[in-house]
Structure formats: C-alpha cells, structure tokens
C-alpha cells in the first residue's frame, strides 16, 4: 500500500509541474488563423471557391478545439493533483491477555518444617522422614475427635515422649514439637497437641516424620485452645523407634509463652494401651534414659 500511493504522489508531482509550466503560444495560434485567412482569399484555388463562411467556421472550430483541449488537460492535472481520497484502513488488534484467576488466588506457601530438638538427655531427633502436611483451616467441627485426657508423665510402657519449642520459631511464627519413642510396635495411636490461645494464634500447618497417609489429621480452635490431633488409622502399625510430631501456627508479634501447651501421646502395643505426656519445659539431662 505504501508503494502504491508513493507512485501516485510521483505522477502527481510530474503533471502539476507540466501543467504550471505550459503556457499557450497566442501569436503561433494567430498565425495560423490569419494563414487560414489568406488561403480562403487566394483566386483560381480549390480553397478560393469555397464561401467564406466556410473558413470562419473552420477558424472558429479550430479556436474551439484548442480551447477544449486546455481546458481537458488541466482538469487531468487538478485531478491528479487532487489525487484520489484515502481509502479507509483498519488494523486488528489482539485482544489483551486474560489473567488467570488462580494467579491471585492461591494462598502462600506454608514455612518449611524444621525438626525440633528432643529433651531427652539431649538426644538428637532423627530427620523427618515424611512430607509436611497441607495447612488445615482451625474450624470447629462435628468430627473433631474429643480431647484426651491432660497427663504429666513422659514414661509408660514401652513409651517416652518429650515435647519442645522448635529453636527456628520467631516473633510471628512457632512451630511445637512432640517428639515420642516406643521400644514395641504400635497397634493404635493418637497424638494430640493443644497450643493455648496467648493472642492471634492460627494453624499454619503441620507435619510428621510417620507416612501422612497412614493418619487422620485434623485441626480444631476452640476453648481457648488451638488442638493439633493425628489418629492412627484402622489396620496401619508404627514400628519401634522415634518419631516427630509438629505443629505451626502464627501468633502475635514478639515472644510467644508457651507454659499453657501440653501434648498426650496414647499408644497401644500387644493389646496394652500406654499413655504419655507433658508440657514444652526443659527437661533434666537424665530423662529418657531409662
């Protein structure tokens, strides 16, 4: 399209400047009429027997038939000149791109699980093995399991637990660690975490160095409690050895008392159930030993 109307602009240049530079010879024209005159006056000839009316229509033709052609010719260079009127043009335009609705959507990833420290005669935990779990809203619901009974006694059994404030915890985030060891394997168990409500405490997730797939996991406020509870399911065991439980959550800002959490782990091995629990204090450097 560009070449096209270049090409015109060209030719219009051309006849505008052929038209403004042609200027009619009006002695040639007069001349020739008065030459014309002449021939209709000479005796003897062809030309001289015709009336003279004749000759002044044929001046007059001829001074017609140049007057027609200037004007012909410079309405040919108006109108190239004056050019033909721009074609309308339209240009597609893409649609703008639709944002994703997921793409605001999503809620933030949880921070990742760190295992905590046992309180056993400062023993080393074990790395957990299992993923984290997703975050689970603290709602109340009918399925919640009932809160177990509070124990202080982190020996029953062929069970001993120690729980503890993860050491990476800071001023808007905490994770509470329970940690327990059974020397049998385990039929049935139930661990239950309770975080008390000291201001703007909320489930942040939770995780388990036990497969997350052998549990059910819920996570309930009320009370004045946020309750953290894994139940062994129907045909699954837990073998002998350590095992980490944990629980996140978010609280106010700055540093968060931990004196009213407490955990209970309940454990059935060889048809016995043994029971134990606590708080998240310091334990001496001899327990767990036995």
């Known amino acids: 399209m560009t070449t096209q109307r270049d090409g015109h602009g060209e030719l219009r ?22 030459r014309g005159m002449v021939e209709q006056e000479r005796p003897g000839g062809h030309r001289a027997t015709r009336p003279a009316l004749w000759g002044w229509a044929r001046i007059v033709s001829a001074t017609a038939a140049v007057a027609g052609m200037l004007a012909v010719g410079g309405y040919a260079v108006a ?5 033909d009127p721009p074609q309308p043009q339209t240009v597609a335009v893409s649609s703008p791109p639709v944002e994703s609705p997921d793409a605001t959507s999503r809620p933030p990833a949880p921070p990742e699980p760190t295992p905590g420290q046992g309180g056993g005669g400062g023993r080393d935990e074990p790395e957990p093995s299992g993923s984290p779990s997703r975050p689970v809203p603290a709602t109340p619901s009918a399925s919640a399991p009932d809160l177990l009974p509070a124990v202080d ?15 990476h915890s800071n001023d808007f985030w905490a994770q509470s660690n329970v940690t327990f060891k059974t020397s049998e394997p385990l039929t049935a168990l139930t661990v239950q975490l309770k975080i008390a409500q000291t201001g703007g405490v909320s489930s942040a997730g939770a ?39 944990a629980g996140q959550y978010d609280h106010d800002r700055g540093g968060r008392d931990a004196k009213d959490d407490s955990y209970v782990v309940s454990g059935t091995a060889d048809g016995r159930q043994a029971v134990v629990g606590g708080d998240f204090a310091a334990h001496d450097a001899d327990d767990g030993d036995s």
Do not use: C, M, Q
């Open 13 to 34: 240049a051309r006849l505008h400047e052929a038209a403004g530079a042609y200027e009619p010879n009006r002695e040639r024209i007069l001349a020739r009429i008065e």
């Open 207 to 245: 995780w388990r160095s036990l497969p997350e797939g052998d549990f059910t996991f819920t996570a309930e406020a009320g009370d004045g409690f946020l309750v953290y509870t894994w139940v062994l399911k129907e045909g699954r065991t837990v073998s002998e050895g350590e095992w980490v439980f």
């Open 153 to 167: 006694d982190t020996e029953d059994g062929p069970l001993w637990s120690d729980g503890s404030v993860d050491p």
């Open 79 to 83: 109108s190239a000149v004056k050019g």
